[in-house]
């Protein structure tokens, strides 16, 4: 399969990244390296575009698009929260710029037997990383009742989360649940009729909820934004696109604890704690798509990029 994808908030990411032409930049999350490419072209030969990606097909893909800048550009496969480890072993103690493009790309969960999609009948996968032993599988057939509560719940945002778990595990009794279309079945089961007749896809938010799970999505991002602010240079901003409020939440909240200047109580009458605002948030509030973005990739419809530069 092609691996098309259609880069989001990719002028306004390009633009915030204020790009030196000599800097290092690094895309945490290359995709379909759409964000990537439009990077390495405004570098020139002294410039370098690291590009990681936990996906072997999105390696492929990015060596394949970027094939004309392959002298400036090195591809990593690997998990973003080791960027530290990954630029220390290519000899970078700094950068200017890093960018993150979270949640997963339109090539995973079009490809039906990655087991991402709730519309598509595959086996139960849902691995970014495709040498990760933890499956989508794994997780439904022998996490706890009260750990998948939590995780439905925690992760999906979802009013039936306690149900739903009771039903797997009275589902996986008789056998396994081994593919999407089982799983999108025991869900249907859970929610009653007049809960599924409105809003989105009764197993949106559970699968959402396996898919970071499996992938430790949040406690991934939380190691990623410490490793990035450490090795940005001051003056290197950092440019993250979220698409669910639980990842927004955890960019918004470290970007504003990282401006803080003070940690001491309230009722202290002076400064004790001695702490230095880290970052200045570019953006108050998030970036949102246009209208035109919206018509050409409907996809695009909940993604929020923030921005933050290191002091």
């Known amino acids: 399969m092609d691996y098309a994808h259609i880069s989001v908030l990719l002028a306004e990411t390009i633009h915030h990244l204020n790009i030196n032409p000599d800097g290092i930049y690094v895309d945490c999350t290359l995709g379909g390296a759409g964000h990537s490419l439009e990077i390495a072209k405004r570098l020139g030969p002294a410039g370098r575009l690291i590009g990681i ?4 097909q999105a390696i492929k893909a990015g060596e394949d698009r970027l094939s004309a800048y392959i002298d400036r550009v090195t591809l990593v496969r690997d998990n973003f929260k080791n960027l530290k480890r990954i630029l220390y072993y290519r000899g970078i103690e700094e950068v200017d710029g890093i960018m993150l493009d979270l949640g997963f790309s339109s090539q995973q969960v079009d490809d039906e037997k990655r087991g991402f999609s709730y519309q598509a009948d595959a086996e139960l996968d849902m691995r970014m990383d495709q040498r990760q032993k933890m499956t989508a599988r794994h997780v439904v057939n022998f996490w706890t009742e009260s750990d998948l509560a939590r995780i439905l719940k925690n992760y999906g945002e979802e009013k039936w989360a306690s149900r739903i778990a009771q039903f797997i595990v009275r589902e996986r009794e008789s056998k396994p649940i081994e593919t999407t279309e089982e799983l999108v079945q025991v869900i249907k089961a859970a929610i009653p009729a007049s809960a599924r007749r409105s809003g989105p896809h009764p197993a949106k938010r559970t699968f959402q909820a396996l898919r970071i799970a499996v992938n430790d999505e949040l406690g991934v991002l939380e190691k990623a934004l410490e490793a990035a602010v450490e090795v940005l240079k001051p003056g290197g901003r950092i440019c993250v696109i979220s698409f669910h409020s639980l990842e927004d939440r955890i960019v918004k909240q ?58």
């Open 53 to 56: 990606d936990q996906d072997k």
């Open 254 to 311: 470290y970007f504003k604890n990282k401006e803080r200047d003070c940690i001491c109580p309230k009722d202290l009458p002076i400064c004790v704690c001695d702490v230095k605002p880290i970052l200045k948030v570019i953006t108050r509030k998030p970036i949102t798509p246009d209208k035109r973005e919206l018509e050409e990739n409907p996809r695009a419809r909940s993604a929020l990029l923030r921005v933050a530069e290191k002091l």
